[in-house]
């Protein structure tokens, strides 16, 4: 019976969490609330920017699903944002363009698309980002196949810390340097 309890009261912490962080967001002015959406799709960088919009979204389904427990739920978001994740490389990196068309947009701070050899360290480093995206996001695909939500919810913790938040710390510009579509969307 304790343990019961023990695994109610875990649900319903994180279930309060995301509602206040649904609120937030619904209420904050970030670009959900439809300010400026216009302008954020409009500009050259639209592709990646809705590439990585696409992956953040499912993302947050994965989180919702770990805090109701559908782990059939958990297990297909994060199947989606494997196959999502696959295409990263071909949006930062397109065959056939040239990297400085985008580069200067997308809020990577301190790169020079005129350096090949930085260029090619930068697509080293995406495709390593890109596959711990796809190795997390299975790995939570799979224990959540196991029921178990405190783990599956340390999976994602630990996929957001250690691949997107790192990925964004090395390669977003610090605020307030952020790009006016990076200000307007929340980041």
Not at 24 to 52: F, N
Not at 155 to 179: G, I
Request: charged fraction near 25%.
């Amino acid at each position: 019976m304790r343990r019961k309890n023990k695994k109610r009261i875990t649900v319903l912490i994180v279930s309060f969490a995301a509602l206040l962080s649904v609120t937030t967001v619904l209420t904050g002015g970030s670009s959900a609330s439809g300010k400026d959406i216009e302008k954020k799709h409009t500009a050259e960088y639209a592709p990646i920017r809705s590439l990585m919009f696409i992956i953040s979204s499912h993302t947050s389904n994965i989180l919702d699903a770990i805090m109701i427990g559908d782990f059939d739920s958990v297990k297909k978001e994060a199947d989606i944002v494997v196959e999502k994740s696959e295409s990263l490389l071909k949006s930062f990196f397109p065959e056939g363009e040239p990297i400085g068309k985008w580069l200067g947009e997308t809020g990577m701070a301190g790169i020079d698309p005129n350096n090949p050899k930085m260029i090619k360290a930068i697509k080293e480093d995406v495709e390593k980002y890109v596959s711990k995206i796809k190795s997390s996001a299975t790995n939570i695909a799979e224990t959540s196949m196991k029921g178990n939500i405190v783990e599956t919810y340390n999976n994602f913790d630990a996929m957001l810390r250690e691949v997107c938040f790192k990925c964004h710390e090395t390669y977003r510009s610090k605020w307030p340097e952020w790009p006016e579509w990076m200000q307007i969307s929340g980041g």
